[in-house]
């Protein structure tokens, strides 16, 4: 198997290959699984001499079958692999950040996520809040897989005891209606039928610009109606 060559250009090809076959294809998805290729893949991404390229473009794989298969969340959890892409959350390369963050999306998306696991360590909050300014893709991505995780009380009060309204209050500045949207999910999730969360919205504020100002502002008709309705809400 080429995933096993010695000559780093062949692995790069074999993966790239492995990517662009599977776009689209269910069936290409699936035969990955039975064929145990995917556990190459995340011994090849745990590979401390394996490229970012290389782990970039195996992430991205990773979260086109969680896309297009019937596998659980908690099974990628049990195989490891949510652990996995949130260390590759650490990398100093952005591009293998952004395809962890959204790999991580797509899984979180499936039946069954484990929630709990983002709650484990403080500390991955704060990173993820921390990966926010990096691009527009970043601050899209951590916004719905804050929002897949906030389910309870408790998911709210740790979001909000971390800072997270402070942090979106950057992201409504963002001229991309995707990233504003993503945000106001956000912020209406940690706030349902939470008073204490949306009392703190009333005075956060970042850089002079006060977060209700941000919001109401998103209710204006220069928004898309997206923009307008989650705001509203």
């Not at 991404?45 to 970012?52: A, E, G, N």
């Not at 300014?133 to 009380?153: G, K």
């Not at 706030?191 to 919205?201: I, Q, T, V």
Request: charge should be neutral; hydrophobic fraction near 35%; aromatic fraction near 4%.
């Amino acid at each position: 198997m080429l995933f096993r060559s010695p000559q780093p250009e062949k692995v790069e090809l074999a993966v790239r290959t492995l990517k662009d076959s599977i776009i689209g294809s269910r069936r290409q998805k699936e035969q990955i699984l039975q064929q145990g290729l995917l556990a190459q893949l995340v011994n090849l991404l745990v590979d401390p001499d394996t490229s970012p390229r290389v782990k970039t473009n195996i992430v991205h794989i990773i979260g086109s079958i969680s896309k297009g298969t019937e596998v659980s969340a908690c099974s990628w959890q049990e195989a490891g692999v949510v652990k996995i892409l949130l260390n590759g959350l650490l990398s100093s390369q952005q591009q293998l950040t952004e395809a962890c963050l959204i790999s991580l999306v797509s899984i979180f998306n499936s039946k069954d996520p484990p929630v709990e696991v983002l709650y484990s360590d403080e500390a991955i909050i704060s990173h993820l809040l921390s990966l926010m300014p990096n691009s527009t893709n970043s601050s899209i991505a951590v916004c719905r897989l804050l929002t897949q995780c906030c389910i309870s009380t408790e998911n709210q009060t740790v979001l909000l005891n971390a800072g997270t309204p402070k942090t979106i209050c950057g992201v409504l500045s963002s001229p991309v209606p995707e990233a504003r949207l993503g945000a106001l999910r956000c912020l209406a999730k940690m706030a349902y039928k939470n008073e204490s969360a949306a009392k703190s919205y009333t005075s956060t504020e970042l850089y002079g610009k006060s977060l209700m100002s941000q919001i109401v502002s998103c209710t204006g008709r220069e928004n898309n109606e997206y923009v307008q309705l989650e705001a509203s809400r």
